[in-house]
């Protein structure tokens, strides 16, 4: 067995994490796998830097027919026995290639909950060219089973995370930075600043939270094109120095083991392994109901769970999780173990070895 990958992207988000996971556990098993990334791209420098299999091409938009005639050329030399592609435009140009080397194991990964628009393109990238689809959550296999997918090639696997990666006490340097004394309470959000994940719904619940704890500071970790409109609303409730927004940051591990609490307040999620990674981070979580969240955390056994889109609810979570010690620490507990046992990395892989199996057969 031999696994090359495809994925498109040059920035790093959630789903370029899930690419480097899975290489390096397959790799780990003894598995054959070879990365394609985007060139200048940060899943392909953390990739070559890990020491994995990798190399770059331009992969310039869905139907770079140039980029797919030279992924055809090493499907039809290279002696894989499987493509997987792992985003929406890697799907256009590895269709393509497959098509050009005559390739028929051809897996695709799903892994956000945006409804998938009918249009002609879409009938060739969701198409009988690609012979299962992985959904990472059960609500984006129903979506595909919605868009015309056969549900006898769809299989769910949930996204796993590096369980280990989080270090006890590597979040001082992080508290210290932005001047948070050791019995100050930090509650942070880890995500892409974007419509569908949910901050200004964080920034418009801060003020019922502080009104209730005063003391208590928050942090926004990411970047992204709601970066202003945030910090206009922030400015405007006049949450100044209780709301900090970091920007774009390479140190978010170590950011995840300095916050006290994690929010996610997304209004769509395919699944949310950020939310993965605060539970085996054995982080309290409050969380909204939207997507995929709902099959990571249960409500009021290792996390909260909140309607999406309602600050109103949100701060009500986080006051309840400040006003009760013994209940963050056993959300806590209980989030770790999970994590643990259904969201590894290695679970993961496992799950998408399976399918790998199947069409081996």
């Given at each position: 067995?031999?696994?090359?990958?495809?994925?498109?992207?040059?920035?790093?988000?959630?789903?370029?994490?899930?690419?480097?996971?899975?290489?390096?556990?397959?790799?780990?098993?003894?598995?054959?796998?070879?990365?394609?990334?985007?060139?200048?791209?940060?899943?392909?420098?953390?990739?070559?830097?890990?020491?994995?299999?990798?190399?770059?091409?331009?992969?310039?938009?869905?139907?770079?027919?140039?980029?797919?005639?030279?992924?055809?050329?090493?499907?039809?030399?290279?002696?894989?026995?499987?493509?997987?592609?792992?985003?929406?435009?890697?799907?256009?140009?590895?269709?393509?290639?497959?098509?050009?080397?005559?390739?028929?194991?051809?897996?695709?990964?799903?892994?956000?909950?945006?409804?998938?628009?009918?249009?002609?393109?879409?009938?060739?990238?969701?198409?009988?060219?690609?012979?299962?689809?992985?959904?990472?959550?059960?609500?984006?296999?129903?979506?595909?089973?919605?868009?015309?997918?056969?549900?006898?090639?769809?299989?769910?696997?949930?996204?796993?995370?590096?369980?280990?990666?989080?270090?006890?006490?590597?979040?001082?340097?992080?508290?210290?930075?932005?001047?948070?004394?050791?019995?100050?309470?930090?509650?942070?959000?880890?995500?892409?600043?974007?419509h569908h994940k949910g901050q200004i719904h964080l920034v418009e619940a801060i003020p019922a939270v502080?009104?209730?704890?005063?003391?208590?500071?928050?942090?926004?970790?990411?970047?992204?094109?709601?970066?202003?409109?945030?910090?206009?609303?922030?400015?405007?409730?006049?949450?100044?120095?209780?709301?900090?927004?970091?920007?774009?940051?390479?140190?978010?591990?170590?950011?995840?083991?300095?916050?006290?609490?994690?929010?996610?307040?997304?209004?769509?999620?395919?699944?949310?392994?950020?939310?993965?990674?605060?539970?085996?981070?054995?982080?309290?979580?409050?969380?909204?109901?939207?997507?995929?969240?709902?099959?990571?955390?249960?409500?009021?056994?290792?996390?909260?769970?909140?309607?999406?889109?309602?600050?109103?609810?949100?701060?009500?979570?986080?006051?309840?999780?400040?006003?009760?010690?013994?209940?963050?620490?056993?959300?806590?507990?209980?989030?770790?173990?999970?994590?643990?046992?259904?969201?590894?990395?290695?679970?993961?892989?496992?799950?998408?070895?399976?399918?790998?199996?199947?069409?081996?057969?």
């Open positions: 067995m031999k696994i090359l990958h495809l994925d498109t992207e040059r920035s790093w988000r959630g789903g370029q994490g899930q690419v480097l996971n899975l290489n390096r556990e397959l790799s780990r098993a003894g598995i054959a796998t070879h990365l394609v990334a985007r060139s200048g791209g940060e899943l392909l420098r953390r990739a070559l830097a890990e020491g994995l299999s990798a190399e770059g091409l331009a992969l310039r938009g869905e139907w770079d027919l140039c980029s797919a005639w030279r992924l055809s050329r090493l499907l039809k030399n290279g002696g894989f026995t499987h493509l997987h592609l792992h985003s929406s435009h890697a799907q256009g140009i590895g269709v393509i290639a497959a098509m050009m080397a005559g390739f028929e194991n051809v897996v695709a990964t799903r892994r956000v909950d945006f409804p998938i628009k009918r249009k002609f393109f879409n009938r060739v990238k969701y198409g009988p060219r690609i012979a299962r689809f992985v959904a990472i959550s059960k609500v984006i296999r129903g979506l595909l089973a919605d868009c015309g997918v056969p549900p006898d090639k769809i299989r769910l696997v949930h996204s796993g995370v590096d369980t280990e990666k989080t270090k006890a006490g590597s979040g001082a340097a992080f508290r210290r930075e932005f001047g948070l004394g050791d019995g100050e309470i930090l509650v942070g959000n880890i995500a892409h600043l974007a502080l009104k209730a704890h005063p003391k208590v500071k928050f942090a926004i970790v990411g970047d992204g094109e709601l970066m202003g409109e945030l910090q206009n609303r922030a400015a405007a409730l006049g949450l100044g120095e209780n709301l900090i927004f970091t920007g774009f940051r390479k140190d978010v591990d170590a950011i995840m083991d300095a916050l006290d609490i994690f929010v996610m307040p997304s209004v769509m999620e395919g699944l949310g392994t950020i939310v993965a990674d605060a539970l085996a981070a054995k982080k309290p979580v409050v969380v909204t109901d939207a997507g995929g969240i709902p099959e990571i955390v249960d409500d009021g056994v290792d996390g909260l769970v909140v309607p999406a889109g309602d600050p109103a609810a949100l701060a009500g979570g986080i006051i309840r999780l400040l006003g009760d010690e013994k209940l963050r620490e056993k959300l806590a507990y209980a989030g770790r173990a999970k994590a643990l046992s259904k969201f590894s990395a290695k679970a993961m892989m496992e799950g998408n070895l399976a399918v790998y199996r199947e069409l081996s057969r």
